[in-house]
């Protein structure tokens, strides 16, 4: 009966109690009715949930999607909060229905469920105090009637405790938000016969920290599709390769599989990009981090030696020689300790220089800008060829403002545009800037002083 949600909704109108919430939307049915038809992501608007104005407390600043439990990471609950909400749950679900499931309810909307999941899941499996049958339905219950996302995350988390085959569903919906993707995913590992087969479905259906967040679930699998598609394209997301870089080039085992005669074209083209991103480094495990970094930068030079040809390859290998140089006065060459020998950083710093200066790399860069300058709409791809064009111009010496400037006055409500161009710009290009500036931006307007939005939009 209690597994009936509707029988249950019911059952608490009839005895007199109102929801804990207004009449806002179901989260559940938000993502269901915004679910992308290509199977990634979600459609326009899918992104903002119902309960997006109470979360940002009526101001326009807010976390992307996922990127609160993502980089926060939580911070556990004292055992007075674990206890009360525990006496909470226990009482909520002896009940079945009415008041005990509006002051739990309540209470798991005032703080981060990350902070507490784990606490009350650890005793109810070591207590084994509470309804199984009971405790089903309170967590069916919240992921598809709660317009909050704390309680649905907690319902989510609830549901990874049980083996129910069917709640897969439930998982790979919800996990298409990237707000709930690190809960799916803890739940797709404790229920499915296969986990790594679900978590890396999970995975190809988001793309920014829920992309980033399952594929560290996958850093132990030994499936070897997978792992061929943690080197291709599972490090691919719209936050940062940075973060999850290492993980794939160590999991998927880059050095052996850069260690043959020719790699395909996607394990070439994965390896620049896993290489460069450990290069640049960031927030997670860099190149200081990768053992195998010294041999796999061998061998992927090696390779690029007869088979560079992209732009991406091009600015791959520039990154890669930044990451070799020394700076006398601030930048010194990586670790000696780590593999990277002064002989070894000197010979590939040699060979990305016989890459990078070959006679065909600036036609095939200005073709490239030219090619995209005068197009009012670029899709991902063409953007992503200009800007890609723009990066090895500055390292070629080839100058670029002509180009950010067509592109500038053509679309002058481009933010990016305006740092290209002044990035670019000499100093006889200065007093021009200045004066299109004061014509085509709204500088009373901008000059608004401090206040509690992000900056973000056409507006700004």
Known sequence: FFKDIGQLAKL???????????????????????????????????EKLPDEVLVTAGTALSFAPGAFDGIWG???????????LYEALLEAVSQGFGPSWAKLYEMLTERSTLDYADDIIERIVEKRDVSASGLYALARFLVERAPDREPVKFGIALLGIFRHLDDRDIF????????????????LSRTQSDPDIALWELAQTVQGWGRVQVVERLAETENEQIKRWLLRDGFKNTIMYQYVA????????????????APDDELLDGACELLAALAAGGPADDMDDYKDGPEATDKLLHHLTSRASKLEHFCAVAQLRLFLQADENTKPRPDEELGWSPELCRSLESRCDEILYRSWWPEQVR?????????????????QQF????????????PTFRHHWRRLRR?????????????????????????FAERRLALDEIASGPAEVLGLGQQY
């Open 12 to 46: 608490w109108r009839w005895f007199g109690v109102d929801w804990p919430w207004s009449s806002r939307q179901p989260i559940w049915q938000h993502i269901k009715e915004h679910l992308h038809p290509s199977g990634v992501g979600l459609t326009e608007g899918g």
């Open 74 to 84: 939580g911070g556990r609950a004292d055992d007075i909060e674990s206890n009360k």
């Open 387 to 398: 800007l890609l064009a723009a990066r090895a111009a500055k390292v070629l010496r080839l």
């Open 367 to 383: 073709a490239a800008l030219e090619a995209s300058v005068n197009v009012d709409e670029l899709d991902e791809g063409q953007e």
């Open 172 to 187: 790979m919906t919800l996990g298409r938000h990237d707000e709930f993707t690190l809960y799916c995913a803890v739940a």
């Open 246 to 261: 290492c993980t794939c080039a160590v999991t998927g085992g880059l050095l052996e599989e850069l260690d043959c005669e």
């Open 411 to 435: 679309k002058p409500m481009i933010g990016t545009r305006w740092y290209l161009a002044i990035d670019n710009m000499g100093p006889n290009d200065v007093d021009k800037m200045v004066s």
